[in-house]
C-alpha cells in the first residue's frame, strides 16, 4: 500500500473496490474515446501528415517528403537567384487575423460587461427573458447575420443614409471591405459567446460586496477593479476564450465584409486548398492556426487553475 492510500486511511478492500470501479469505467468509456480520436484527431493527423508531402501539379499531394509547406508559412524563395525573404504577404495575414481578433474580443468585453451586469442586476424573474433576447442571434444563420451587417454598413446602407439625412457628411463613409467592418461584424456574431459566460460568472457574486465597498467610500472606478473584476476573472476569461478562438479563424464574415481584399487566416488556408492547389502549405497553415488556438487554451486552463487554488 502506498504511503498516500496509507494517509487516506482506505483498507485493502476498499482500494480494490476503487481500481474495480476505475476499470469499469475506462472500458465503458472506450468505445466513446475511440470514435472521438479517429473523427477528431484522424483529420488533425491527416493534415500534419499532408504538411510534409509534396504538393501535386493540380492540387492534392505527392507522397513524397517534403518541408517545402512549412518554408513557405513564413519565408519565400525567389525562382531566379534562390534568395529567401520573409513572407511578408503571410505575415501581414498572420497580424491582421490576431490584430482583429483581440480588437473583437476588447470590443465584446466593452459591449458584454455592461450587458451581463444589467441582466444579472434584474429581478430573478425577468432574467430568463434577457436571456432570452440575447440567444435571439443564435436562431438564425451565420450567413444571413453577416449579410445583415453588410446591409448596415454599405455605402448606400442605414448608418450612411441617416448621417446623409441629418447632414454630419456629404458623401457615404467606406466602412465596407475594410478591417473595421471585419472587427463589427465578428463582434456581432460573437458577442452573445461573451455575455454568457460573463452573466454566469456575476450571478453568483455577492453583490453585498459591492455595497460594503461603496459604504467605505470606494468609487464606482475602484469598486469596478478591487471587487466586481477579480471576482468575475473566470466568466471573463472564458468569454474572451470563446470569443478569440473562433474569431481567429473566421472565414464567413473575412470573406464576405472583407471583400477578400482584407484577408484572414481562415481565407488564406482554403486559397491554398482551392486556387493556389498548394495542399502542403495549406495544411501547414492550418497547423500553425491549430498551434495558436491550443497556446490560448493553455493560458485558458493555467488561469482556471490559479483561480481554483486561489479558492481553495
Known amino acids: 500500500m502506498s504511503s498516500s492510500t496509507k494517509e487516506k486511511g482506505l483498507s485493502d478492500y476498499e482500494i480494490a473496490a476503487r481500481r474495480h470501479e476505475l476499470k469499469t469505467n475506462l472500458l465503458?468509456?472506450?468505445?466513446?474515446?475511440?470514435i472521438l480520436f479517429i473523427a477528431a484527431s484522424g483529420p488533425l493527423f491527416v493534415m500534419l501528415l499532408y504538411s510534409?508531402?509534396?504538393?501535386?501539379?493540380?492540387?492534392?499531394?505527392?507522397?513524397?517528403?517534403?518541408?517545402?509547406?512549412?518554408?513557405?508559412?513564413?519565408?519565400?524563395?525567389?525562382?531566379?537567384?534562390?534568395?529567401?525573404?520573409?513572407?511578408?504577404?503571410?505575415?501581414s495575414i498572420f497580424w491582421r487575423s490576431i490584430r482583429l481578433s483581440l480588437l473583437t474580443t476588447v470590443t465584446a468585453i466593452v459591449l458584454g460587461f455592461p450587458t451581463a451586469y444589467f441582466i444579472a442586476t434584474r429581478p430573478?424573474?425577468?432574467?430568463?427573458?434577457?436571456?432570452?433576447?440575447?440567444?435571439?442571434?443564435?436562431?438564425?444563420?451565420?450567413?444571413?447575420?453577416?449579410?445583415?451587417?453588410?446591409?448596415?454598413?454599405?455605402?448606400?446602407?442605414?448608418?450612411n443614409n441617416l448621417l446623409i439625412w441629418i447632414g454630419i457628411i456629404d458623401q457615404?463613409?467606406?466602412?465596407?471591405?475594410?478591417?473595421?467592418?471585419?472587427?463589427?461584424?465578428?463582434?456581432?456574431?460573437?458577442?452573445?459567446?461573451?455575455?454568457?459566460?460573463?452573466y454566469a460568472s456575476m450571478e453568483k457574486l455577492d453583490f453585498s460586496l459591492v455595497e460594503a465597498g461603496y459604504d467605505l467610500y470606494a468609487t464606482r472606478l475602484r469598486v469596478l477593479l478591487k471587487?466586481?473584476?477579480?471576482?468575475?476573472?473566470?466568466?471573463?476569461?472564458?468569454?474572451?476564450?470563446?470569443?478569440?478562438?473562433?474569431?481567429?479563424?473566421?472565414?464567413?464574415?473575412?470573406?464576405?465584409?472583407?471583400?477578400?481584399?482584407?484577408?484572414?487566416?481562415?481565407?488564406?488556408?482554403?486559397?491554398q486548398f482551392g486556387q493556389g492547389r498548394n495542399w502542403p502549405l495549406g495544411a501547414a497553415l492550418s497547423i500553425t492556426l491549430l498551434l495558436i488556438v491550443a497556446i490560448a487554451l493553455l493560458f485558458y486552463v493555467r488561469n482556471v487553475q490559479k483561480s481554483a487554488a486561489r479558492h481553495e
Open 28 to 34: 465503458l468509456c472506450t468505445p466513446a474515446l475511440i
Open 52 to 91: 510534409f508531402l509534396t504538393p501535386g501539379d493540380y492540387g492534392g499531394v505527392e507522397y513524397y517528403a517534403s518541408t517545402e509547406g512549412w518554408f513557405k508559412v513564413f519565408l519565400n524563395q525567389d525562382i531566379f537567384d534562390d534568395t529567401v525573404s520573409l513572407a511578408d504577404a503571410h505575415l
Open 124 to 159: 430573478l424573474g425577468s432574467r430568463n427573458f434577457w436571456l432570452f433576447l440575447i440567444t435571439i442571434p443564435f436562431w438564425t444563420n451565420l450567413l444571413i447575420r453577416t449579410f445583415a451587417i453588410m446591409e448596415v454598413i454599405r455605402n448606400q446602407g442605414v448608418i
Open 172 to 198: 457615404p463613409i467606406q466602412m465596407l471591405y475594410t478591417d473595421f467592418a471585419i472587427m463589427l461584424g465578428m463582434t456581432y456574431v460573437y458577442l452573445p459567446l461573451m455575455i454568457l459566460p460573463l
Open 227 to 271: 471587487i466586481i473584476l477579480p471576482l468575475i476573472k473566470p466568466g471573463l476569461v472564458a468569454g474572451s476564450i470563446l470569443v478569440f478562438i473562433p474569431s481567429l479563424g473566421a472565414y464567413v464574415t473575412p470573406r464576405i465584409l472583407g471583400g477578400g481584399k482584407n484577408m484572414m487566416l481562415g481565407n488564406l488556408i482554403e486559397l
